[in-house]
């Protein structure tokens, strides 16, 4: 087994498994580290705005410290392999989005075209479909991100911190909600689900 970088190795462990997913965010979180000189972000310094939900999130939360809970890692589900990166009060960011081919360069391409083959047609087997993952993941490690990626420098949005609002309770179900989230129907305020049922 090859081995990997230490920190993809922390990202595999919070992930679950080794995918070309994971690595494609782990190559965007090192690329825009290093450009945008910075680390890990301790609090909502730096900022992810994803255009998926993709497994590549999770190593931007490992490597970068950008999650939902601190307000930091916006997700916008597009389904585009498409990530901008950001320090707060910065001027630049770096958008990060992902090239429309692919080929295997590794040195297992036979066996590797031969599980691609096998994949399309149907007929892989979960062991086939793993080791084409890791070969992939290899080969992508292998290549860098400027060979996955275009980058494009932006000016750097302006993006207010994360919302702090008091919790009331809904008017219907009685659970505490974040006021700002809530719905007010002639004065009385209930939940995003319980307006379903008025």
């Known amino acids: 087994m090859e081995k990997l970088p230490?920190?993809?190795e922390e990202c595999v462990?919070?992930?679950?498994?080794?995918?070309?997913?994971?690595v494609y965010g782990y190559l965007v979180a090192k690329e825009a580290s290093r450009l945008l000189n910075t680390t890990r972000?301790?609090?909502?310094?730096?900022?992810v705005v994803a255009e998926n939900d993709s497994c590549a999130v999770d190593a931007l939360q490992v490597i970068l410290g950008a999650t939902l809970g601190k307000g930091n890692l916006l997700l916008k589900n597009y389904g585009k392999n498409v990530f901008t990166i950001f320090t707060r009060g910065g001027k630049e960011a770096l958008r990060f989005a992902r090239k429309s081919s692919y080929l295997y360069?590794?040195?297992?391409?036979?066996?590797?075209?031969?599980?691609?083959?096998?994949y399309i047609q149907g007929i892989a087997t979960e062991m086939d479909r793993r080791?084409?993952?890791?070969?992939?993941?290899l080969d992508l490690l292998a290549k860098g991100c400027s060979q996955v990626f275009n980058i494009e420098h932006r000016n750097a949005p302006d993006v207010p911190k994360a919302p702090l609002a008091p919790s009331v309770a809904c008017a219907r179900c009685?659970?505490?909600?974040?006021?700002?989230?809530?719905?007010d129907r002639r004065g009385v305020w209930y939940?995003?689900?319980c307006t379903d049922n008025i």
């Open 105 to 118: 360069e590794g040195a297992h391409a036979e066996e590797f075209n031969g599980l691609e083959q096998k």
């Open 6 to 8: 230490w920190d993809l």
């Open 41 to 47: 972000a301790i609090d909502e310094e730096l900022v």
């Open 191 to 193: 939940c995003v689900p």
């Open 131 to 137: 080791r084409q993952k890791h070969l992939k993941s």
């Open 174 to 183: 009685g659970e505490m909600t974040m006021k700002t989230k809530m719905v």
């Open 13 to 22: 462990s919070f992930h679950g498994h080794l995918c070309p997913g994971l």
